[in-house]
């Protein structure tokens, strides 16, 4: 046996590299977001074998964190104190906009349409549709910033959730979906999310000022959600290098892309 044919009988038979397993997960709104990040960052990493969850929410994502079941999540809040062993790392902002059905014609929306759309019981569109609102658990960072806008949309909000046969979006994806496919919907979404995930929905200038990452960037528009990537204190080496590469130039560029301006770190 020649010597050529014994190493070549070697090298078959040595084990395939393993590849590196990542799964990813948390608020439904940043999944896509990250998942097209990680797919960016794989493809100089060939061997990285990206895995991301349905959604979890926030603080699931951060539960799911804690206990081993992902290496990774997006957030759209920083950890609590009382969350132990993990850190945030703030990533990118985006506009969070009020959405129509994309049939609907309707281009804006004031804080005083806010009030008779959520405390009526009855309301129409323009051209007669039936308004249709989505609501979202009171616990979901939309409810709350919603809620926040003014001391008269947060009691028009609490007398919509009180009213029976309401529809009620749990997750984002569910939320993003019913805009699309339930005629004279009326909702909120992330502008990242609608751009990540190519969703066929009309967004709304809010108080005359569009909904646009310009318009957030020079302090012009006002409902914003921030997203962050939740790791481990004690990350993992291919943790930290994919966190690396989300606040690198390219990762910046491709939330750019996606209508999430990153956050500079100081």
């Not at 809040?77 to 902002?93: D, F, M, N, T």
């Not at 049939?103 to 569109?125: E, H, K, M, P």
Request: with cysteine.
């Amino acid at each position: 046996m020649t010597r050529l044919l014994v190493v070549l009988m070697l090298l078959v038979a040595l084990p395939a590299e393993a590849q590196e397993k990542m799964r990813l997960g948390g608020t439904g709104s940043g999944l896509e977001l990250l998942r097209k990040l990680a797919a960016l960052y794989a493809k100089q990493h060939q061997r990285l074998d990206v895995q991301v969850v349905p959604s979890l929410g926030s603080t699931g994502g951060i539960r799911a964190l804690q206990a081993g079941a992902l290496d990774l999540a997006i957030s759209a809040r920083p950890v609590k104190p009382e969350e132990q062993g993990v850190e945030s790392i703030h990533l990118c902002r985006s506009p969070v906009a009020f959405a129509v059905h994309p049939a609907n014609a309707v281009a804006a929306i004031r804080t005083n349409d806010l009030v008779q759309l959520y405390g009526n019981t009855s309301q129409t569109w323009p051209d007669g549709g039936r308004v249709r609102l989505l609501l979202r658990p009171d616990a979901e960072i939309d409810t709350k910033l919603l809620r926040s806008i003014s001391p008269t949309v947060d009691q028009s909000v609490s007398q919509a959730k009180a009213r029976p046969g309401m529809i009620m979006a749990v997750t984002d994806q569910d939320n993003l979906k019913l805009l699309q496919t339930t005629p004279g919907a009326f909702g909120m979404t992330t502008l990242s999310m609608v751009t990540a995930e190519r969703a066929k929905v009309r967004l709304l200038a809010f108080n005359g000022v569009e909904p646009t990452l310009q318009n957030l960037v020079v302090g012009r528009y006002p409902l914003v959600r921030d997203y962050y990537l939740i790791a481990k204190t004690s990350a993992s080496q291919p943790v930290q290098k994919l966190v690396s590469f989300a606040r690198s130039a390219r990762g910046a560029a491709l939330m750019k892309a996606l209508n999430c301006v990153a956050v500079e770190q100081r």
